[in-house]
């Protein structure tokens, strides 16, 4: 039967009981628990080095001394330090390009639960290179780090994506970027003087890693495998609706297996395709595109300079140097505010107005504070604008841009396309991190205060080019998403894989079934 000859009451009850059932016990947990142990870490991870900086320097400058017998130049200490901090990077893209081979034998969860080792062994490392006076174990640390950040952010949106009802997964999906941002502001919370940020307890800033890939360890076993893996990579029906019914929090989930076995039918000849392969596939040229802006723009928008730029701008202000430690707390808490509220409105504005929007203000407000820092000595009021602009831009960036790219990698893609996918993406991510890093000395030595006027430019261009390209992913089915690429792509997938399986089935002796009929049931029905 048709949607359109449902009885209505029948729909209105229906779509009761989803909204009732949408947010179950298991949901909730398997997104917390996987968060923590994940895009937590990679937030952690950002912002922990910054606190025991001057230490981990006498750290270096003290071990070189002890094994060569002369104190470090300036020129090779800046070289250690650099490495230190962008390694994470380099560690970050190879455990990108590991998620696909792991992911295929493992599955979405066992990669999580695998991942934890990285993090583990990554803490030991980092937490005993003090004891053992071995800088080279702080900075091979910090690359398995990056590993385990890589996998992180491939293999949790993956998994967050997979076993949400659509009309929440925009709100699971945010989960990641609102544990990313608390995982930055603990970072800079124990990074204080009273805590943990003193020169004798440095290490343990490092040691602490290994506390939620504890807790994710122990709790992830507990909650079952994506039911989309089960059931499109491992053939395993009975396990896929265990595990439907175990995140829905309902028995009869007869409906909702139905409807992902109908999109099944539509990629029953599909295996899971190459990097390469995803990139020939004009089906998801669009999408492709969309991911290397989103994500190109998530890393090249600016908000690296902003945390350059702080601690100078409080000076100005007129806070105290002692002080301005506690004040930088403030934009780790705006941060994590920005991105709650993203999560809780995502499903009622849409990714566009977020995303588009963020960008959008975030272009207004670097304008702003160019002008701002250029005239910060004329008046005493207009350093304290500046530190509002500041936390107006880390507001806006948290809002949209900071979560909804990684949403998206799991929205616009097919089951066997995902995983290619999300390694596009985290390579773009990655590489692109590692470019900020390496290249933003140079611009801001070269333009000075005049170095947000590259950001906003770039924030601008995404804003265009996503008000044109992106169409709202709202409560739609991954078919429904395809369909909307479909025009601009001048490729309808879904059509060319349908005649394959009806092919297949008259070689194979099945009855036909009417193809049209078929895809135009699988493009309404509502896909878990």
């Known amino acids: 039967m048709k949607l359109s000859e449902k009885d209505p009451a029948d729909n209105k009850e229906s779509d009761l009981v989803k909204k009732k059932l949408g947010w179950s016990c298991s949901l909730i947990v398997a997104s917390l628990v996987g968060a923590l142990g994940s895009s937590f870490l990679y937030g952690y991870n950002l912002s922990v080095v910054n606190a025991p900086t001057p230490y981990i320097k006498a750290f270096y400058n003290e071990t070189w001394e002890r094994k060569h017998g002369h104190p470090i130049d300036a020129d090779t200490l800046t070289l250690l330090w650099s490495v230190t901090v962008s390694i994470f990077a380099i560690g970050g893209l190879v455990g990108t390009l590991l998620v696909k081979l792991i992911g295929k034998f493992l599955g979405r969860k066992y990669t999580l639960l695998v991942n934890n ?44 994506s997979e076993i949400s009802p659509k009309e929440i997964r925009g709100s699971l999906g945010q989960v990641t970027a609102i544990f990313i941002c608390i995982g930055v502001f603990t970072g800079q919370l124990l990074g204080l003087p009273e805590l943990l940020g003193k020169e004798s307890t440095w290490p343990y ?25 089960l059931l499109f990579e491992k053939h395993d029906q009975a396990g896929a609706e265990k595990a439907f019914r175990t995140f829905l929090g309902k028995e009869d989930v007869s409906r909702e297996l139905e409807e992902v076995l109908a999109e099944g039918r539509v990629q ?24 290397i802006v989103t994500m190109g723009c998530y890393q090249l928008c600016g908000l690296n300079a902003i945390w350059f730029y702080t601690n100078s701008i409080f000076g100005k202000a007129g806070i105290p140097p002692e002080k301005i430690p506690y004040i930088t707390l403030s934009t780790g808490g705006i941060e994590t505010a920005a991105a709650i509220v993203s999560g809780l409105v995502i499903e009622r504005l849409g990714r566009r107005p977020l995303l588009i929007g963020g960008f959008g203000l975030m272009t207004l407000f670097f304008g702003i504070l160019t002008v701002t820092l250029t005239l910060q000595d004329h008046a005493p009021w207009v350093p304290y604008l500046s530190i509002v602009c500041i936390l107006a831009i880390i507001a806006s960036f948290c809002s949209g841009p900071g979560g909804i790219p990684f949403i998206l990698t799991g929205e616009f893609f097919q ?25 933003f000395p140079f611009i801001q030595k ?7 006027l590259v950001f906003a430019a770039i924030c601008f261009a995404g804003a265009v080019y996503l008000y044109f390209v992106l169409p709202e992913t709202k409560n739609r089915t991954y078919a429904e998403i395809s369909q909307a690429f479909a025009k601009r792509n001048k490729a309808h997938p879904s059509e060319e894989k349908m005649d394959s399986a009806v092919t297949d089935d008259k070689t194979n002796g099945r009855p036909e079934t009417d193809s049209s009929s078929t895809l135009d049931n699988y493009v309404k029905n509502r896909i878990v």
């Open 117 to 160: 080792g990285f993090a583990i062994s990554a803490a030991l490392l980092m937490a005993c290179s003090l004891p053992a006076g071995a800088l080279e174990m702080l900075i091979v640390g910090r690359f398995i780090m990056g590993v385990d950040g890589g996998i992180a952010l491939s293999a949790l949106p993956m998994y967050l």
């Open 205 to 229: 800033l490092f040691g602490v890693i290994a506390i939620p890939a504890l807790v994710q360890l122990v709790s992830l076993p507990f909650l079952p495998e994506s039911p989309r893996y």
């Open 446 to 452: 070269s333009l000075d205060t005049y170095c947000f």
């Open 268 to 291: 029953r000849h599909v295996q899971l395709v190459s990097v390469l392969e995803l990139l020939r596939t004009p089906s998801a040229r669009w999408q492709i595109i969309t991911v």
């Open 415 to 439: 089951q066997s396309q995902r995983p290619a996918a999300f390694i596009v993406a985290g390579t773009v991510n990655w590489l692109s991190n590692f470019v900020v890093g390496l290249v």
